[in-house]
């Protein structure tokens, strides 16, 4: 027996309700019964305490893609919003002791989706997406077996040398943003040659122009998750880690043998320690003289039932 469609019924049933033509009910019908709303675009928003006018065209019609374009990648922003809860914890007070503006966190978010094993095709690695040869100016040590881009803390100190370095060469945070982006060689010249003051003003390529205001619509987004349709409740966010720090002066020849001797395994040790690019780490006189290692708390890698997940944002989740 063939099954009718619910939308079917719907409509054969107004057609013979209303005593309407055929003709009358498909002219009538959408085209899909799924309905998707633009989302709005304020008069202006805020980042890293910089007011963004968003009344001229071009700034209007940046913002409008990254915020429908983000509201309706529904399984990649929900995830962000997961790992936030994950990584934000670590991120927010290295940006706070380096005085760098908290909304700098979304550059991460908009950089590696918030992957610490992501790699460009150009070869940027971490979250905050390193380039190899630009990480050692930075303080990152980058060899065969230890490459310090993946090295969540590491790199995100890094990045903030970046920042201020670029802040106290441009003086808005906005030109800061893009100058990652595009690199500060390009975006001084590029202000030269364009006779401008600031980023924003700026011809540049596709991906730059749209990289701050991916950045604008993810922290709109992450400031109030509901509003933009992502319910989730504390259960459905990532475990903030917990580590015992194991202070390593001496060459390991095998990492695999020295996680089984830490009571996890290989697979995750190189997982909360992704800066260790081989199966061994050397010590030697001409390298650090130490390495720290994360080894995980056994309740860390576990979702235990009933256990609760510590909650880094309440904005993110629904009211219980």
């Not at 009358?24 to 998707?36: I, Q, R």
């Not at 230890?146 to 920042?163: G, L, M, Q």
């Not at 994360?294 to 219980?320: C, F």
């Amino acid at each position: 027996m063939y099954s009718i469609p619910v939308a079917g019924i719907c409509i054969l049933a107004f057609f013979l309700l209303s005593n309407i033509s055929q003709q009358e009910v498909s002219s009538n019908t959408p085209y899909v019964l799924a309905m998707t709303k633009s989302v709005p675009v304020p008069h202006k928003v805020s980042f890293a305490g910089e007011e963004v006018d968003l009344d001229r065209y071009d700034l209007h019609e940046r913002y409008d893609r990254e915020i429908n374009g983000f509201t309706y990648l529904h399984s990649t922003t929900i995830l962000l919003i997961k790992k936030a809860n994950r990584y934000f914890p670590i991120i927010e007070p290295i940006l706070r002791e380096n005085n760098i503006p908290d909304d700098f966190k979304y550059l991460a978010v908009i950089e590696s989706n918030l992957n610490h094993r992501a790699v460009s095709s150009a070869g940027a690695a971490g979250l905050w997406q390193f380039m190899p040869k630009t990480a050692p100016s930075y303080g990152l040590e980058v060899s065969a077996e230890v490459d310090e881009r993946y090295h969540i803390e590491k790199s995100t100190r890094a990045a903030c040398k970046y920042f201020r370095e670029a802040y106290n060469k441009y003086g808005n945070w906005a030109s800061v943003a893009l100058s990652y982006n595009a690199g500060q060689g390009r975006i001084s010249g590029e202000l030269d040659k364009q006779l401008a003051d600031e980023g924003l003003d700026l011809w540049l390529v596709d991906e730059t122009t749209r990289y701050y205001f991916r950045m604008l619509a993810m922290k709109q987004i992450f400031e109030e998750p509901p509003k933009y349709g992502f319910i989730l409740t504390e259960d459905d966010l990532y475990k903030p880690t917990e580590f015992k720090e194991v202070k390593v002066t001496e060459s390991i020849t095998d990492l695999a043998a020295f996680a089984k001797e830490q009571g996890i395994n290989y697979a995750q040790l190189k997982d909360f320690n992704t800066w260790l690019r081989d199966r061994k780490l050397t010590i030697s006189a001409r390298s650090k003289s130490s390495y720290t290692i994360l080894i995980p708390t056994q309740e860390s890698l576990y979702y235990r039932k009933g256990s609760k997940t510590r909650v880094h944002n309440r904005a993110w989740i629904t009211h219980d």
